[in-house]
């Protein structure tokens, strides 16, 4: 299939450095070899050069102040990937470890996300490479603002709708959004994330947690197994790792681990939920503080971890759930996990095991779910938000809930016959990634060469 080689190589030559991106890319195109082979018309659509390449790409100078007085500059970028199922829908990040090419990554991701999602919505992301770690709340507002002084000209209700991600929560989103008002003078549906009494949908900010447990609960009932009683690994100590641990325990199955960027916590009993959040919600402080009130838990600083991998994949357990960052779990975690007989993986995080790892999992043919598949509830609820905002509407809790669990399933569905029908029944990646695209890619032969 020269064009998808033709295709990768030119992206290798014409954005160098961007390695997170052609990960992302290599997979997704490789995938797609079958699916050419039976409806090569999409070759004649030049659709795999278009769909790499971003519609747009905004780059800005974010320039703030300190509390010290000192003037601070960063990197602001927002990607907007794909609009041919709606307006562009992803998150931005805030992180040190940001580049255009994790963006780019990301945003590439998120329009396949999406489209699995069965939602009007195309793909984007944004972010910068601040790092919001040790500043106060006021250098926050003052980042949030400038970078939304810069962002807002791009973005509204019908074109582009920003959300969170590492580093983006509910108080980012809340400077954000005051200072969207303040330059528009709208108050409208421009980001999800919100806060409840403003505009926020119930249910979102659990979703992509809550979601990536439905996503594994429908893989392992495909199986005839369950997530009941299950031991399960789990990676982050964020927005998604937080709530995929409260649904693990509504679910009956036992979570006893949990990581930040220091170090990975053990707790055999199963991780004390009420304190980890407030460690991470509200003291925003390191996990190693949680050893101070459970002394049966074990703690790995990142110093200690094997030289191949994270400590969190040496630990047993039956499902894993990688909820922190991208290629976070090593080929060799892979082959600790399978040695440790785990049969299931839902991805929280975007890309977090390495292309290595992920041909591990369908080599030993255990029910491993993309993230792309099984962190769409995130992205799905802020659609949902999206809805409530445009008809001035707020639904409760049983409604969304009742959504994200259709959506999640459907999305299970999707991915699991598209594999049937290309002869790879269990391969998860290669279903989500041949049912998201074709949706985008019949959508942009119908709009035309744009
Ligand atoms: P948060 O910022 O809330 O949490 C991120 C967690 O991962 C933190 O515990 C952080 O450690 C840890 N972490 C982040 N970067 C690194 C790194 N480079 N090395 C080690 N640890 C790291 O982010 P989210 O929970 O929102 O996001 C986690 C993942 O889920 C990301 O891949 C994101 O793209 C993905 N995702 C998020 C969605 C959402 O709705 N928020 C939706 C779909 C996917 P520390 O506490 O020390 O900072
Ligand atoms: O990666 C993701 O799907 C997100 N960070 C959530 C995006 C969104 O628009 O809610």
Avoid at 67 to 76: F, I, L, S, Y
Avoid at 251 to 256: D, E, H
């Amino acid at each position: 299939m020269p064009y998808v080689h033709n295709t990768l190589e030119r992206l290798r030559k014409s954005s160098p450095a961007q390695t997170e991106f052609y990960q992302a890319a290599e997979e997704v195109l490789e995938c797609l070899r079958p699916l050419f082979e039976r409806s090569p018309y999409y070759h004649d659509h030049s659709i795999i050069e278009r769909i790499v390449e971003p519609e747009r790409q905004i780059m800005f100078r974010v320039c703030w102040t300190d509390d010290a007085g000192r003037v601070r500059v960063n990197k602001g970028y927002r990607v907007q990937f794909n609009s041919a199922l709606g307006p562009y829908k992803g998150g931005l990040r805030f992180h040190p470890s940001v580049t255009s090419g994790i963006i780019k990554f990301l945003g590439f991701e998120q329009i396949f996300k999406n489209a699995l999602t069965g939602l009007p919505i195309g793909g984007g992301k944004g972010g910068s490479d601040f790092d919001p770690k040790g500043k106060s709340d006021a250098e926050i507002m003052r980042f949030c603002q400038s970078f939304m002084t810069e962002l807002y000209r791009y973005i509204g209700p019908t074109t582009d709708v920003p959300a969170g991600d590492i580093g983006v929560g509910a108080r980012e989103i809340g400077y954000l959004y005051g200072q969207y008002k303040r330059l528009t003078g709208r108050y409208e549906g421009v980001l999800t994330g919100k806060g409840l009494n403003w505009g926020g949908s119930i249910g979102r900010k659990e979703a992509t947690g809550y979601g990536a447990v439905y996503f594994a609960q429908n893989m392992l009932e495909a199986r005839g197994d369950s997530i009941k009683g299950k031991t399960c690994l789990v990676s982050g100590a964020g927005n998604v790792a937080i709530y995929t641990i409260e649904k693990l325990y509504e679910v009956g199955a036992k979570p006893v681990t949990c990581s930040d960027s220091r170090g990975t916590l053990h707790d055999p009993r199963g991780v004390d939920l009420a304190l980890l959040k407030e460690l991470k919600e509200v003291k925003r402080t390191s996990l190693e503080a949680y050893l101070e009130q459970h002394t049966e838990a074990s703690y790995t600083p990142v110093d200690d971890y094997p030289t191949d991998g994270h400590a969190v994949w040496r630990i047993e357990g039956d499902v894993a759930f990688p909820c922190a960052t991208q290629n976070e779990l090593t080929e060799a975690d892979a082959e600790t996990l399978l040695g440790n007989g785990v049969t299931c993986i839902s991805e929280g995080a975007n890309m977090p095991s390495t292309a290595a790892a992920v041909d591990r999992f369908l080599a030993a043919r255990i029910a491993y779910g993309p993230g792309k598949a099984a962190n769409a509830g995130g992205v799905a609820t802020s659609q949902l938000e999206m809805a409530q905002n445009s008809s001035m509407q707020q639904w409760p809790l049983q409604k969304v809930d009742a959504r994200l669990k259709e959506i999640m399933a459907n999305i299970y569905k999707q991915c699991a016959d598209t594999a049937e029908e290309f002869g790879e029944p269990n391969n998860l990646v290669l279903g989500a990634n041949i049912a998201g695209f074709r949706k985008v890619a019949d959508a942009m032969i119908d709009q035309g060469a744009v």
